[in-house]
C-alpha cells in the first residue's frame, strides 16, 4: 500500500539529521534516515521494513515478559492475542511512525525490569532496562509513562521499597537519561517547542461529560472490542482481592498512565487525544490476558470459534482495505465515492502533481513549491524530490519551520498548492507573503483511474518572508 500522510511526513523531514524533531523524538526518524541513505527512499516496502521487524521483536518480547511472569503457554495466548490487535499489530506493527520502536522498548524495559524484580537483582538486568527506557524516551514520550509506572509500582509496594536503596534502579534510571539526552537538548535549543506542541493539547477548555466515554469506544474499535473487552476483564480478574499479587500489581501500574491520563484528558480538553494514544498502556494487559486464557479457557470450545472468529475478521479487515486501496472496487460499484473517500487520498502519492509541474514547465517558472500545511507540503515532498523544492510557507508548518531558512527564498516564485483553496482563501493566507498571487489550472488526483482530490495551484511572485 502507499503510504499514509504522517508516514510520508516522517519520511520527507528526516531526509536531514537533527537530535530531535518538532513531533516526536527522534528515533523514528533516524531509522529513516538510515535507510534512505541506503538508497530506499521510494520504497514504501523497504521503508517499512525496519517497523515490521520491530513489532516482529515486540512479539517476541511480548512472550518473553508473559513467559517470565506466567509461564511459556501464557506468554503464547499473549503474543497471539497482541497480533489480533489491528492497532497495534497493523499501525504500530507495519507502519512508519514513533510507535514501533516505542512499544518494543517499552516491552525490552518491562522484561528486563520484571527480571530484576521476580527473578535476579543483578546490576547487568537493570542496566539493560535502563537502555530500553532510554530508546523508548527516544522513540516518543510515551516513554515517560513507563519509568513513571515502575515508580508507581516501587512507592506502593512496600516489600519492593528497598530497591531505592540500591544501585540497581540508580543504573537503570542515568541509562535511561543518557540515552534520552539528544530530546533533552534539542527541546533546550528551541525553547522546549516540541513539549509545549504535545502538553497544549490537553489544556483547558471547559468540561465534557461525555468525551472520556467516546474516547472509551474509540480505544475499544481500535483494538477491536472483543480484544479490548478481554482486557479490561483480564485486569479486573487480577486485582480482585483474593487473587492479586505483586506481578498483576506491577503490570496494572505500567498500564494504568497511557489509559488513565488519554481516557480522562478529553474530559476538560477541546482537542481530542487520538484513540491510539492509550495503546502503550493496553499493551501491558496483554500477559494478564494470557495468564487468563492458560488458566483455563484455552480448551472451551466457545473461546477457540471466538479466536478464529478474531482472526478471521481481522484478515477480512485487512483483505478489503489493502484491496480498497490498491484497486478502489468500491468506487467501481459507485465512481462518485472516490471524492469523499478519505482512504484513497490519504494514501495517494501524488505522483500527478509531479507530472503536472514538468509537462506545465512550471518548474522553471517558479523556485520552490508550498502546501498548505505540514501534511500537504509532506506529499508535495515525496512527489517532488529532485524536481522542485519544497518548503513550507503556511500557518502550521510542524518539522518544516526548524528545517529550512525561508529567508533564502526572498524574492523567489513559488508554487501554493493544496486541496479545494480558493482565491480568496489564499489571498487571505498568503497575500502578505508575495506581491502578487495568481491562480493557474487545478490538478486532478487519480487513484486506481478515479479522481480522488483536487488541487488548487497559484503562483506568487516575489516572496516576501515574514520571519
Not at 513539549?195 to 472509551?216: N, Y
Not at 483480564?234 to 494504568?256: F, G, H, M, Q, V
Request: hydrophobic share 50%.
Amino acid at each position: 500500500m502507499p503510504l499514509g500522510v504522517d508516514e510520508t511526513y516522517t519520511v520527507v523531514t528526516s531526509r536531514f539529521f537533527d537530535w530531535s524533531y518538532f513531533d516526536h523524538p527522534p528515533l523514528a526518524w533516524w531509522i529513516e534516515l538510515a535507510l534512505q541513505r541506503m538508497g530506499a527512499a521510494h520504497s514504501a516496502l523497504l521503508l517499512r521494513l525496519p517497523f515490521i521487524g520491530l513489532f516482529a521483536l515486540s512479539t517476541w518480547l511480548m512472550y518473553r515478559l508473559t513467559g517470565l511472569l506466567y509461564g511459556e503457554r501464557a506468554g503464547f495466548w499473549a503474543a497471539l492475542a497482541l497480533n489480533l490487535a489491528p492497532a497495534l499489530s497493523v499501525t504500530s506493527g507495519s507502519w512508519i511512525l514513533p510507535d514501533g520502536p516505542l512499544i518494543a522498548s517499552m516491552l525490552g524495559s518491562a522484561y528486563f525490569t520484571a527480571s530484576a524484580l521476580f527473578e535476579r537483582d543483578t546490576l547487568r538486568t537493570w542496566l539493560a532496562a535502563g537502555i530500553c527506557a532510554g530508546f523508548a524516551l527516544l522513540s516518543k514520550y510515551h516513554g515517560v509513562f513507563l519509568p513513571a509506572g515502575i515508580a508507581a509500582f516501587l512507592v506502593s509496594q512496600p516489600s519492593y521499597r528497598a530497591l531505592f536503596c540500591k544501585r540497581g534502579i540508580y543504573v537503570a534510571g542515568i541509562a535511561a537519561f543518557v540515552l534520552s539526552a539528544p530530546v533533552f537538548i534539542w527541546n533546550v535549543q528551541h525553547h522546549w517547542v516540541s513539549l509545549h506542541f504535545q502538553v497544549s493539547r490537553a489544556s483547558v477548555h471547559g468540561l465534557h461529560p461525555l468525551a472520556p466515554l467516546e474516547t472509551l469506544l474509540g480505544q475499544a474499535l481500535f483494538l477491536t472490542p472483543w480484544i479490548w473487552c478481554a482486557l479490561l476483564w483480564a485486569a479486573y480478574r487480577s486485582l480482585r482481592p483474593a487473587r492479586e499479587t505483586a506481578i498483576a500489581w506491577y503490570l496494572c501500574c505500567l498500564a494504568a498512565g497511557p489509559i488513565l491520563v488519554f481516557t480522562l484528558t478529553p474530559f476538560w480538553s477541546a482537542s481530542r487525544p487520538m484513540f491510539h494514544w492509550a495503546m502503550p498502556g493496553y499493551l501491558f494487559l496483554f500477559p494478564l490476558l494470557g495468564a487468563e486464557i492458560d488458566a483455563g479457557m484455552s480448551n472451551r470450545r466457545w473461546f477457540q470459534v471466538g479466536l478464529g472468529m478474531a482472526g478471521t475478521v481481522l484478515a477480512l479487515a485487512l483483505l478489503l482495505t489493502a484491496s480498497e486501496i490498491r484497486f478502489a472496487w468500491v468506487e467501481a460499484l459507485q465512481p462518485s465515492f472516490a471524492w469523499q473517500n478519505r482512504l484513497l487520498q490519504e494514501t495517494s502519492d501524488w505522483n500527478e502533481v509531479r507530472n503536472a509541474v514538468v509537462a506545465r514547465g512550471l518548474d522553471r517558472n517558479a523556485g520552490f513549491v508550498s502546501g498548505t500545511k505540514w501534511n500537504t507540503t509532506a506529499k508535495l515532498d515525496y512527489a517532488l524530490a529532485g524536481v522542485l523544492p519544497v518548503r513550507c510557507v503556511c500557518r502550521e508548518p510542524h518539522e518544516y519551520a526548524y528545517r529550512d531558512d525561508l529567508r533564502s527564498l526572498r524574492n523567489q516564485s513559488g508554487l501554493i498548492i493544496g486541496p479545494d483553496l480558493t482565491l480568496e482563501q489564499a489571498r487571505t493566507l498568503y497575500g502578505s507573503s508575495f506581491e502578487t498571487l495568481a491562480p493557474l489550472e487545478p490538478i486532478v488526483l487519480e487513484h486506481a483511474g478515479y479522481p480522488v482530490t483536487k488541487l488548487s495551484v497559484y503562483l506568487g511572485r516575489k516572496f516576501r518572508p515574514q520571519q
